[in-house]
């Protein structure tokens, strides 16, 4: 396991920018994938974007255009660039972390929370 501990949420308004960071802590192997998640009030927590390592992304349709994850392999760390935000942005943002890179591990933070006023 490693530690994560996100930083940058907050209040924004209607097409408003926020950028997430979340710093992993505590690991001797390299960390696999990184990504982060959501969840809004009484819904499932819904992937947002990955990395891989090589910095290849996979983003879920609704964000596609509008956020950029990326990640800094020496600093261990890992972002999302939010563009464009819309109401339905609002939730609470979860980092995860596949540690160590070869196990099918995940490790969590315990969230930021992203409101956007419409």
């Known amino acids: 396991q490693v530690q994560l501990v996100e930083s940058g949420g907050g209040l924004v308004q209607t097409g408003g920018s926020l950028r997430l960071s979340c710093a992993a802590s505590?690991?001797?192997?390299?960390?696999?994938?990184m990504g982060w998640y959501r969840q809004a009030p009484g819904k499932q927590r819904e992937l947002v974007a990955t990395?891989?390592?090589?910095?290849?992304?996979n983003y879920a349709d609704s964000v596609k255009g509008r956020f950029t994850i990326s990640r800094d392999n020496a600093k261990n760390t890992v972002y999302l660039q939010m563009n464009s935000l819309k109401p339905e942005d609002t939730a609470v943002y979860f980092c995860?972390?596949?540690?160590?890179?070869?196990?099918?591990?995940?490790?969590w933070g315990q969230g930021t929370q992203v409101t956007v006023s419409s």
């Open positions: 505590g690991s001797i192997l390299p960390i696999g994938n």
């Open positions: 990395v891989t390592r090589n910095s290849n992304a």
């Open positions: 995860a972390a596949n540690y160590p890179f070869y196990a099918n591990n995940w490790s």
